[in-house]
């Protein structure tokens, strides 16, 4: 069998990971059995249609990176993909349904429609009945009589008549064996609007099966319409495709994922400097094992592995903190320069250069480069970066004199510390790696009877501004021995209270 999947989101809202979740799982079991992945519109509701969304919806998937073979911006060979170009054929489908007695023409007004709808929970609310919905008052209208009326112009909807006394069945790749009472089905929706607008199930079901689409993976909040969808398929003389309702995504407090939790919008992600890898190898985990103790996977290793077998029926937990630590290993991941023109345009509009919005030269750029293994291993997000390597662009200002004291040091032995270290500065600043800084370093620490944080505590408060910064040793070499020593210099002298006291 040909394997076709495919992602029919509504654009009536911006794609947040719910979405992208179910677009993904799509993309991966059709690459996983070499099948094709189709992205098609349903944009039935025009009340709640906005353009903006369809423009999320290309930029975030551009964006993420992966793609369908068959879709509205790039046909295929079932087109269109855009279901309000194809409400000719909804029309001429809900028709047949009439012609095979299996849908009818309703001419409830809509205030009827509501009448019903309220007694029936009224009486519902103090338990005299179960019924909920439409009452089904024109299923009982005659054929012939029910086309006059169509015919002479009167407004009118068409509903499917579901098929009371019986039950639904079907499978669920991932639940198993279901089975709707059909009384519990939403009471004969409607399938056709009197403006002539089909609703989600007709389009959907005509288009699934126009489509040949041969694997139905979706939300678990469809759940409830996949008998009606049944009953369709049957009703048509059409094979239904194969279902799997995905686990569903909650917060850490068990309730479904929604803004409560936080971010939810993929360009929200975006903006907080998420990386798209990061956000797709999560993704793939929400409501999916593969394999024991591995956890970075990219989209062809994912590819490769997924299958439907995979999936687990307990709801998935979103994790924020999860998601930053997938962040933070795709930062450690790439390359100097990958990961310098990452972080660039962060530290451009932090101004790390010159003003804000001002370029690096070129030996800032390379200076830029060069710092990248100093602050791998440091953030978490891209815009972490400017913060931490602002010292290696100007002068940081001088903290409180405590501030250069190691343990159980003062002033004047702070100030002694702080001598010592200027004397290897310029050896520091020249030498050839870390390893050979360090052993340096270490001898001459042990020679004098020092402590080497003693030691170089006051040294890296004088060169990076701060007691916790990025590497000693590589940020000395990064400024020079020149810069080095002028700003051990400049401490020297705040210390020893030739500066102004108090921080600047
Ligand atoms: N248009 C529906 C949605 O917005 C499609 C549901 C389905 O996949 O059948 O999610």
């Known amino acids: 069998m040909q394997i076709r999947d495919r992602y029919a989101p509504s654009p009536t809202g911006l794609q947040h990971i719910g979405g992208v979740r179910t677009a993904l799982f799509n993309y991966l079991f059709a690459r996983s059995k070499g099948g094709s992945f189709i992205l098609r519109l349903e944009d039935t509701d025009r009340t709640r249609f906005d ?55 309703c001419f409830c007004s809509a205030e009827r429609i509501e009448r019903v709808r309220r007694e029936r929970e009224e009486a519902g609310s103090k338990g005299l009945s179960r019924e909920t919905g439409y009452d089904r008052f024109c299923r009982s209208v005659p054929a012939a009589e029910a086309s006059a009326r169509v015919a002479a112009g009167e407004a009118h909807t068409v509903r499917l008549k579901i098929p009371l006394g019986e039950s639904t069945r079907f499978h669920d790749e991932l639940l198993g064996d279901i089975e709707w009472k059909n009384e519990d089905i939403n009471s004969d929706p409607v399938l056709l ?88 190898n999560y993704i793939a985990l929400l409501g999916a094992s593969y394999e024991e103790g591995k956890d970075i996977y990219s989209l062809d290793e994912l590819a490769a592995r997924f299958s439907l077998e995979k999936l687990n029926k307990a709801p998935a937990v979103f994790d924020y903190r999860k998601l930053e630590w997938y962040n933070a290993c795709y930062l450690r991941r790439k390359s100097d320069e990958d990961l310098a023109a990452l972080l660039l345009p962060y530290a451009v509009d932090a101004g790390l250069f010159a003003a804000p919005g001002t370029a690096p030269d070129q030996g800032q750029t390379a200076v830029f480069t060069a710092a990248m293994p100093l602050i791998r291993e440091r953030i978490t997000f891209p815009g972490e970066a400017p913060g931490k390597l602002r010292y290696l662009f100007s002068e940081p200002p001088l903290p409180a004199k405590e501030e250069f004291f190691p343990k159980k040091a003062d002033l004047g032995r702070t100030l002694e510390l702080l001598r010592s270290g200027r004397a290897r500065t310029k050896s520091l600043a020249l030498a050839a790696d870390d390893e050979s800084a360090e052993a340096s370093v270490k001898a001459f620490a042990e020679q004098n009877a020092l402590k080497l944080g003693d030691l170089l505590m006051p040294l890296r408060v004088a060169v990076t501004g701060s007691r916790v910064s990025p590497p000693l040793f590589g940020s000395l070499r990064l400024l020079g021995p020149e810069k080095s020593l002028a700003r051990v210099d400049r401490a020297l002298a705040y210390l020893a209270g030739g500066e102004s006291a108090g921080p600047r």
Request: glycine content about 10%.
């Open 193 to 280: 609007k009197s403006d002539g607008f089909p609703t989600y199930h007709l389009a959907n079901v005509v288009d699934d099966h126009l489509m040949e689409i041969s694997h139905v993976l979706r939300a678990q909040e469809w759940l409830p319409s996949t008998p009606l969808h049944v009953i369709m398929y049957h009703s048509f003389g059409w094979e239904p495709p194969a279902y799997c309702h995905l686990p569903m995504v909650m917060g850490l407090d068990g309730k479904k994922l929604s803004k409560r939790h936080g971010a939810t919008g993929i360009d929200e992600f975006r903006r907080q400097g998420f990386l798209p890898e990061a956000l797709i």
């Open 51 to 105: 353009q903006s969304f369809v423009r999320n919806l290309y930029d975030t998937f551009s964006w993420l990176g992966f793609r369908w073979d068959e879709g509205p911006d790039i046909g295929g060979r079932a087109g269109p993909y855009v279901q309000s170009e194809r409400f000719a054929l909804y029309r001429e489908y809900a028709q047949k349904l009439i012609e095979a007695g299996a849908a009818y023409y």
